[in-house]
Protein backbone atom coordinates (compact mmCIF):
# COMPACT_ATOMS: atom_id res chain seq x y z
CA UNK A 1 0.00 0.00 0.00
CA UNK A 2 1.27 3.28 -1.14
CA UNK A 3 0.57 5.83 1.78
CA UNK A 4 1.90 9.13 -0.99
CA UNK A 5 -1.87 8.83 -2.10
CA UNK A 6 -3.24 9.92 1.52
CA UNK A 7 -4.83 13.31 1.47
CA UNK A 8 -5.14 14.70 4.92
CA UNK A 9 -7.47 17.43 5.36
CA UNK A 10 -9.85 18.88 7.72
CA UNK A 11 -11.51 21.82 9.33
CA UNK A 12 -9.88 23.61 12.67
CA UNK A 13 -10.65 26.27 14.75
CA UNK A 14 -7.38 28.63 14.70
CA UNK A 15 -7.11 32.60 15.83
CA UNK A 16 -5.96 35.13 14.16
CA UNK A 17 -5.15 38.96 14.92
CA UNK A 18 -7.13 41.31 13.45
CA UNK A 19 -6.41 44.45 11.52
CA UNK A 20 -6.14 46.93 13.93
CA UNK A 21 -6.65 44.75 16.96
CA UNK A 22 -7.60 46.32 20.19
CA UNK A 23 -4.67 45.85 23.15
CA UNK A 24 -5.06 47.04 26.67
CA UNK A 25 -5.13 45.69 30.15
CA UNK A 26 -7.82 43.85 31.58
CA UNK A 27 -8.27 41.63 34.49
CA UNK A 28 -7.98 38.38 33.85
CA UNK A 29 -10.36 35.40 36.12
CA UNK A 30 -7.80 33.12 35.34
CA UNK A 31 -4.90 34.85 36.14
CA UNK A 32 -6.43 36.94 38.81
CA UNK A 33 -4.45 39.70 38.11
CA UNK A 34 -4.49 42.81 35.00
CA UNK A 35 -2.64 41.00 32.01
CA UNK A 36 -2.46 42.37 28.48
CA UNK A 37 -5.28 41.37 26.38
CA UNK A 38 -5.19 40.88 22.43
CA UNK A 39 -8.29 41.20 20.06
CA UNK A 40 -8.14 37.88 18.18
CA UNK A 41 -10.80 36.43 15.66
CA UNK A 42 -11.93 32.76 15.73
CA UNK A 43 -12.72 31.09 12.43
CA UNK A 44 -12.46 27.83 11.24
CA UNK A 45 -10.27 27.14 8.60
CA UNK A 46 -10.38 24.37 6.17
CA UNK A 47 -6.92 22.61 6.70
CA UNK A 48 -4.84 20.44 3.75
CA UNK A 49 -2.03 18.89 5.54
CA UNK A 50 -3.02 20.89 8.41
CA UNK A 51 -1.98 23.77 7.12
CA UNK A 52 -5.26 26.38 7.19
CA UNK A 53 -6.44 27.63 3.83
CA UNK A 54 -9.36 29.34 3.53
CA UNK A 55 -11.72 30.06 6.13
CA UNK A 56 -14.60 28.49 5.99
CA UNK A 57 -17.08 29.80 9.52
CA UNK A 58 -16.29 33.10 11.71
CA UNK A 59 -17.36 33.10 15.12
CA UNK A 60 -16.44 36.48 16.09
CA UNK A 61 -14.06 38.29 18.12
CA UNK A 62 -12.47 37.36 21.29
CA UNK A 63 -9.41 38.74 23.63
CA UNK A 64 -7.29 36.26 24.58
CA UNK A 65 -4.71 37.23 27.98
CA UNK A 66 -1.48 37.08 26.87
CA UNK A 67 -0.04 35.56 29.69
CA UNK A 68 -1.90 32.63 30.46
CA UNK A 69 -3.73 32.57 26.59
CA UNK A 70 -6.88 32.34 28.15
CA UNK A 71 -9.95 32.96 25.68
CA UNK A 72 -12.69 35.48 26.66
CA UNK A 73 -15.51 37.34 25.45
CA UNK A 74 -15.00 40.73 24.46
CA UNK A 75 -16.24 42.67 27.59
CA UNK A 76 -19.10 44.87 26.74
CA UNK A 77 -17.47 48.32 27.80
CA UNK A 78 -15.18 47.67 24.82
CA UNK A 79 -18.11 47.14 22.15
CA UNK A 80 -18.53 50.30 23.30
CA UNK A 81 -15.24 51.61 21.09
CA UNK A 82 -16.15 49.74 18.22
CA UNK A 83 -14.13 46.53 19.23
CA UNK A 84 -15.48 42.71 18.46
CA UNK A 85 -18.95 44.38 16.02
CA UNK A 86 -18.11 41.72 14.00
CA UNK A 87 -21.70 39.65 14.66
CA UNK A 88 -20.93 36.34 16.04
CA UNK A 89 -22.87 33.80 13.41
CA UNK A 90 -24.60 32.64 16.84
CA UNK A 91 -26.71 35.71 17.40
ZN1 LIG B 1 -4.53 35.19 32.03
Known amino acids: MDLSFIVV ?3 RWTFR ?3 RAWQGVLNCPDCRSPQIFQEKEAVKAFTL ?3 PLWTVERAG ?3 ECQHCQG ?3 VPIELT ?3 VGLTPALSV
Do not use: P, Q, S
Open 9 to 11: FGT
Open 17 to 19: TVD
Open 49 to 51: YWK
Open 61 to 63: HLV
Open 71 to 73: KFD
Open 80 to 82: EYG
